[in-house]
């Protein structure tokens, strides 16, 4: 893994305006976001169309119900194997242990990146309870330092790993907004040259540039359809504060035993047995939960909010435990893949029981709020949380009950595990 040693940028000369240091980045930032978004929206195209095939094409031509209890096991079983096949055979064995990185990191060597890629499309088309964001943003970061220092050798190598992550939060998220959250709260506290703003300044022309690109060639959405909230009431603030620190709890489970289940499977040391056996034990989980519980999560967000009331509670209390504990496992067994969207799904399911046991919960509070408690617990990512939730309820009503419920979630889940590992296999506080 390449590793730089560039000392931090210094403050420019007196007679170097800001403008002058500025304006040499923007073409740098455009490149990089656009080519960050065409990764991310190839690999997504390239994994909906094997999707296609392996659950739908497939077993009609076999005769067999696609989402039937036998060919979800079957298909997760056979992903695990393609997945283990990846990581034991191809080159760079696709990247280290997911369960140790978290989102952005030290830039992968660039021969990684294939099979990071590959095992990533696999996982998402086979239906792993995972999302593409951590792979894609570890594959942009690798290479953009790479090309950036051949193209750029006297720009630090931190410029372009911020330039890549920004581009990639903004390609996966349609909007730049939430990269700029995420790179203000990354630079909190570190000193640098020039205002915050004159530093945000190129990851933000790199993050608008990405979302564009997708806005322009997918038209991405995070509206699910909730009702909108139009006039919240005290009775509102309640809800979001008790159903946010409920989520929150609810997703600390998953992380205080993410050692345990991660531990479980070293054990067996070979990819090949790891990985087929995670694939089934995720197979029978989606037997259990149904097709609802498979894949990363975003599209069955928007099923889920499209029958609201049309769901039992003991249906949602399964989807959001069943989910909970896939993406536990997906984590745990080494596939590659993200928590974010994953984790959007047990928040709205969890949101989802919330207002059908208290009907007088408004749908856009109760799932909102459980997403911002899910997000907190898993990520510890408070921008992206509160980004997330106010994005899923599309209603500017909803964000101050989210900042105020965010704060007796964060009180819960601040200290706590994360569903992230150092390299020992020890739980990140």
């Known amino acids: 893994m390449a590793t730089d040693h560039a000392p931090p940028p210094s403050s420019p000369p007196a007679h170097e ?43 009609d031509a076999l005769g067999i119900g696609g989402y039937s209890s036998l060919w979800i096991i079957t298909m997760l079983t056979a992903t695990g194997i393609a997945v283990g096949l990846v990581i034991w055979k191809v080159p760079g064995h696709a990247g280290p242990d997911p369960a140790s990185e978290g989102l952005g990191g030290a830039p992968l060597a660039p021969g990684v990146v294939p099979g990071l890629l590959l095992a990533s499309a696999l996982g998402l088309a086979g239906g792993v309870s995972l999302g593409p964001e951590n792979p894609i943003i570890a594959s942009n970061i690798a290479l953009a330092y790479w090309l950036g220092r051949k ?118 040391r070979h990819p090949m047995v790891m990985l087929p056996l995670g694939g089934l034990v995720l197979g029978l989980l989606g037997a259990l939960g149904g097709p609802l519980t498979l894949f990363k999560g975003l599209e069955e967000v928007k099923e889920l909010t499209s029958s609201i009331g049309g769901w039992s509670s003991g249906e949602l209390a399964k989807f959001a435990a069943v989910k909970l504990l896939a993406l536990l496992v997906a984590a745990s067994c080494g596939f590659r893949g993200g928590r974010i ?13 919330a207002q059908a046991l208290i009907p007088e919960v408004h749908p856009a509070v109760a799932v909102s709020s459980a997403v911002l408690g899910v997000l907190l617990a898993t990520t510890r990512q408070g921008w992206i949380s509160l980004f997330t939730g106010a994005a899923l309820a599309a209603s500017p009503a909803m964000l101050a009950l989210l900042c105020l419920a965010s704060l007796p979630a964060w009180l819960i889940v601040t200290g706590r595990p994360q569903l992230e590992l150092d390299k020992h296999g020890h739980a990140l506080r």
Not at 341 to 353: E, H, T
């Open 341 to 353: 969207f994953p984790a959007v799904f047990i928040g709205a399911a969890f949101g989802l029981l």
């Open 151 to 268: 193209a750029a050798p006297a720009l630090p190598g931190a410029v372009w790993v911020s330039l890549a992550t920004a581009a990639t939060i903004g390609a996966l998220f349609g909007t730049p907004v939430a990269a700029a959250l995420v790179i203000s709260e990354a630079l909190t506290g570190r000193p640098g040259p020039g205002s915050l703003w004159d530093r945000l300044f190129a990851p933000l022309v790199a993050a608008g540039a990405g979302a564009m690109t997708t806005q322009l060639l997918a038209e991405p959405s995070f509206d699910v359809g909730l009702p909108p909230l139009t006039d919240p009431g005290w009775g509102d603030l309640l809800a979001a504060l008790v159903i946010a620190s409920a989520a929150a709890v609810f997703g600390l489970a998953a992380c205080y035993l993410f050692p345990y289940v991660h531990a479980a499977f070293q054990r067996l």
């Open 17 to 59: 305006t800001p403008l002058r240091v500025l304006l040499p980045q923007v073409l740098p930032a455009l490149v990089v976001g656009v080519a960050a978004a065409l990764l991310f929206l190839g690999i997504s195209a390239l994994s909906e169309e094997f999707q296609g095939v392996l659950w739908h094409d497939l077993p």
